[in-house]
């Protein structure tokens, strides 16, 4: 509950922030169209067509409900103590940051504005990577945030070693992804590759470091 107090705020603040784009797609009904795309393909390609209401309140309202679980998820988790406030609110802030993108990108793209939604996409998801990244190696044992395996769990140096690793991947990868966002290198098969790297290469690596510790016990 202590976490709950310090941050009652900023989660009123931050469900506000996340329903804007509902209050501007109301301001906006009248010029948007019946039908808006609200997902694209690589080269601002739209793919995915819905209607304006589930555009102007389905979309928000979606964020808000998985905010709201985000929110309780973190800050009432009986293992949420270790949890630094900075990363708690890094996490709630995630549902709100999409919520606006996603607005801006879908009402821009339907009133003609020229939007790029994979440069949008690419720096959003880079610059989420970056930041997690810096806070991974700062981040305390808990059953909530981080690398939660077996071996980071049931051993403090084995959950440094791994969040400190994860952190020089992740930073990394997410210039990358920053970068790609403007120069467009990366091809399909690299982003999977990139995503295997930030997510299995800790995971072994906590694996083996686990073994070398048993190996150090006999």
Not at 73 to 83: D, G, I, M, P
Not at 187 to 207: E, K, Q, R
């Amino acid at each position: 509950m202590e976490n709950w107090k310090k941050n009652k705020l900023y989660f009123i603040i931050t469900s506000i922030i996340v329903i804007l784009p509902m209050i501007a797609g109301i301001l906006l009904w009248e010029q948007l169209p019946d039908r808006v795309a609200t997902h694209f393909g690589r080269d601002n390609i739209p793919n995915g067509w819905s209607s304006k209401g589930f555009a102007v309140f389905g979309l928000p309202l979606f964020c808000l409900a998985v905010h709201v679980i985000c929110t309780v998820a973190t800050l009432f988790s009986t293992e949420q103590k270790n949890l630094s406030n900075r990363i708690i609110r890094i996490i709630l802030f995630i549902c709100p940051a999409v919520s606006l993108i996603c607005g801006f990108s879908i009402y821009g793209y339907a009133l003609s504005y020229p939007i790029n939604m994979e440069v949008l996409t690419g720096l959003f998801v880079g610059i989420i990577f970056v930041v997690i990244g810096n806070y991974l190696p700062k981040c305390r044992q808990n059953y909530v945030v981080g690398i939660k395996i077996p071996w980071t769990l049931s051993d403090k140096e084995n959950w440094n070693h791994t969040h400190r690793l994860a952190g020089w991947i992740w930073v990394p990868c997410g210039i990358i992804f920053i970068l790609n966002a403007f120069l467009h290198l990366l091809s399909s098969w690299m982003y999977f590759v990139l995503f295997a790297v930030m997510i299995f290469v800790p995971v072994i690596y906590s694996f083996v470091y686990f073994l070398k510790q048993k190996k150090e016990e006999r």
